[in-house]
């Protein structure tokens, strides 16, 4: 049972290696002109389809200069050809740099009207409309600028301060008028849709492939993230999120999709450092130069990726408590920033997202009572980092961070919890809403000593199946599920005697009181 | 002297390598954590029996010592100095009178089981658990009251009984402060005092025919040492 366990973590570490292996050299020719890059990679389920199911077809396209991975649980494949056409379709509208495109037209119009197709004026309201709710930190004018960085030849030319100056004078996304499918823009300025139009496309294949009839079908525009339905088992898709210090397709956090859009915008994807100073492809509006602020990258989750794509250029340029406020007044759109410093901040819905990983609640609108529970939990991000099975095989495998939850409400998603209890911490751990969920608990002592256990989550419970402490008792003390945790011993905990390591398992409503009350006491 | 310091401690760190060896917690279906025999307290039972208290206490300290640090954590000589040390305090208390300490700690023990019986009553479905609790509380009462030998080792399963459960309380009591728990004395210490009682009774057992087979001939015993 043991072995079995383990030997399961192991290929899913594999599995998850070998496809971040991959989707890292699938990234590498995608080096050309898009300026807003995601950086969500789809990662290993593990989990093949079950017999009789249909199987998972893939195919793959190099559109927009961007690589495109259509997978789809299906017995058409075909569908999957038609949807790499429509990107090509797509493309011939949307690139700024292909002859006769809408855009092209546009930008050589020297102030003239041009007519556009529909899709084309959608995007642009769209477009435009993001700006207008950024306050300009999206801006689809930007190209003057963006057209002056070259962030894909590995050379590191810095454009003249001057020429970023004039060039920014012309980067207003207020000058542009959509009357229908009539679009004028004042001679000169320049539009660039690299922000948007991946979103959009991503869309528009996903409501294609849908409307044929898939039913459970990822999608990966180089980075842009969609899906349609769960996986064929009922379990959201995992999507990776990229470490912000390495570009190779290494996963720092790992986030669910529950058949809607998640979209990353960071800094290390297109861009170079020159003394010192990291330029990348995410230009501020006003100066034309990259915005430097503490983020490193911003992941969107939402329904629709065209927003996302969208949102996270705005919230990336807005920064950590703008961009915040910003994706919090925003129904429907929840944000994770990741500072260079590692550190990452969520906004208030955002723990449905998060399958593995630490990060840090944005403050609410309203003023926040600082609990103890609170600076426990922030306290337990920072000594609990909680690591993936290391192996020779899986260089590539997740650093996985350990979420603790200080305030679990009723309303929560969840189907229960774990109090983990550890060195003066507390936490609730929430169990996952399907499926099977490992997670590691490294506490690291000041001596170097690591303290290690692991567990394995299911929607009813948990079990200790690995543990680096003398005896291993705490393994033999069984699975507590919602269930048998009255006829235990131990009652509702696993305990971990050497490591100082209690865990308990909460029903949700249980938690949600717990929590309540370990705030009131931090308060008093 | 020092020899036989030397070879009480190495006999204890060997019995402790051995409790640990016997993976009882998982031999009980793994209902609680961290259950031992502690052979290694037939040492410290002959220690308080033909020795002084101060040998006694030294024993004690260099075993926890010593044996937490070869094999353990700093975590493991916390738990084992705080159930070492009341286990101590307790057997020199009754070793005098095994009988009324036993009689004591069993008393204790049944109550403490009893509770959590009644407070659990689903416990009850779980065989296993109700004889295993209920036979250590009458083994406790039973060897309690049946001091086996007269003479200077007189009651020396009374007094193991009455050292277990004191070695377990002052464990768990360590263990639900650095915890910051108290759910521990509810659930974990009723379970541990009971098994406390049993295994208690049995070193206590193999302590006193240790003990009397070695005093058959004390004198050539000395000549070794």
């Known amino acids: ?63 927009l200069d961007t690589v495109i991975t259509l997978s789809a649980y299906t017995d058409r494949p075909e569908l999957l050809d038609g ?59 930007i190209a003057p600028a963006s057209t002056l960085w070259d962030f894909r030849s590995g050379e590191k030319k810095i454009p003249s301060a001057q020429a970023l100056a004039e060039a920014a004078k012309l980067v207003d996304y207020r000058k542009i008028r959509i009357e229908g499918n009539n679009v004028t823009l004042p001679a000169g300025m320049m539009i660039d849709l690299g922000g948007i139009a991946k979103g959009y496309i991503a869309d528009a294949v996903k409501n294609s492939l849908a409307e044929k009839g898939i039913g459970s079908a990822i999608l990966s525009f180089g980075g842009n993230i969609v899906a349609i339905g769960m996986k064929p088992d009922g379990s959201p898709w995992k999507v990776g999120i990229q470490d912000i210090d390495e570009p190779t397709g290494k996963i720092m956090m790992t986030s669910l999709n529950f058949g809607g859009s998640t979209v990353t915008s960071g800094i290390y994807e297109r861009g170079f450092e020159a003394d010192g100073v990291t330029y990348h492809h995410i230009l501020d509006s006003k100066t034309g130069w990259p915005v430097q602020n503490e983020l490193a990258s911003v992941t969107i989750f939402s329904e629709s990726s065209m927003w996302g794509d969208a949102l996270s250029t705005a919230a990336f340029a807005l920064g950590t408590e703008a961009g915040g406020r910003l994706i919090e007044s925003i129904d429907g759109a929840e944000a994770l920033f990741i500072a260079r410093d590692r550190s990452a901040y969520g906004t208030s819905g955002i723990g449905k997202y998060i399958a593995e990983g630490s990060y840090t609640p944005l403050p609410q609108a309203e003023p926040a009572k600082a609990t103890e529970a609170e600076q426990a939990e922030a306290e337990a991000e920072r000594t609990d980092a909680v690591e993936a099975e290391g192996t020779d095989a899986a260089e590539a495998a997740p650093e996985e961070t350990l979420v603790l939850t200080a305030r679990v409400r009723e309303s929560d998603p969840a189907p229960g919890y774990i109090l983990v209890q550890c060195a003066g911490i507390a936490g609730f751990l929430a169990l996952p809403e399907a499926g099977e969920k490992t997670q590691v608990i490294l506490q690291r002592l000041d001596d170097g000593t690591e303290w290690r256990n692991v567990i394995r989550m299911t929607p009813e419970g948990f079990c200790m199946t690995e543990a680096n402490c003398e005896g291993h008792d705490c393994i033999e003390e069984g699975e507590v599920t919602l269930a048998n945790r009255q006829e235990r011993i131990l009652e509702n905990m696993v305990l971990c005697l050497p490591h100082q390591l209690m865990l308990n398992l909460y029903s949700p409503e249980e938690a949600a009181e717990l929590s309540e009350r370990l705030a009131g006491n931090g308060g008093e | 002297m020092v020899a036989r310091f030397g070879l009480l401690t190495a006999l204890a760190l060997v019995l402790g390598l051995l409790d640990r060896a016997i993976p009882l917690t998982a031999l009980l279906g793994g209902a609680a954590p961290g259950i031992k025999l502690g052979l290694a307290n037939t040492v410290l039972l002959y220690a308080v029996y033909l020795m002084d208290w101060q040998s006694a206490a030294f024993l004690m300290l260099v075993k926890v010592l010593l044996s937490g640090f070869l094999f353990g954590s700093l975590t493991a000589i916390l738990y084992s100095l705080s159930g070492g040390i009341l286990s101590l305090l307790v057997m020199l208390a009754v070793r005098k009178r095994p009988a009324a300490g036993a009689l004591t700690a069993g008393l204790l023990a049944a109550a403490a089981d009893a509770a959590l019986l009644i407070r659990n009553p689903q416990l009850r479905g779980q065989r296993l658990w109700c004889v295993i609790l209920i036979a250590a509380a009458c083994i406790a009462c039973f060897i309690a009251g049946a001091a086996i030998r007269k003479g200077k080792i007189r009651g020396v399963p009374g007094t193991s009984i009455a050292g277990a459960i004191a070695h377990n309380v002052g464990q768990v009591l360590t263990a639900s402060a650095v915890l910051g728990t108290p759910q521990l004395l509810t659930t974990y210490l009723p379970v541990l005092v009971g098994v406390g009682a049993a295994v208690g009774a049995l070193t206590g057992i193999v302590a006193e025919r240790v003990m009397h087979a070695l005093r058959i001939n ?4 000395k000549e070794q040492k």
């Open chain 1, 1 to 63: 049972m043991m072995k079995k366990t383990i030997r399961n973590i192991l290929m899913t570490m594999l599995a998850a290696g070998l496809l971040a292996g991959l989707c890292g050299c699938g990234r590498q020719p995608e080096t050309k002109e898009t300026p807003e890059t995601a950086a969500a990679t789809e990662t290993a389920t593990g989990t093949a389809a079950p017999s009789g199911e249909p199987a998972r077809q893939t195919r793959t396209g190099f559109y």
């Open chain 2, 218 to 221: 004390p004198e050539k015993l």
């Open chain 1, 83 to 141: 949807g790499l056409e429509l990107c090509a379709a797509y493309e011939k509208m949307l690139s700024r740099t292909i002859e006769g495109s809408d855009v092209w037209k546009i930008n050589h119009a020297e102030g003239e009207t041009v007519t556009v197709s529909p899709e084309t004026a959608e995007l642009l309201r769209a477009a435009a409309e993001a700006g207008e709710l950024s306050g300009g930190a999206f801006d689809l004018t």
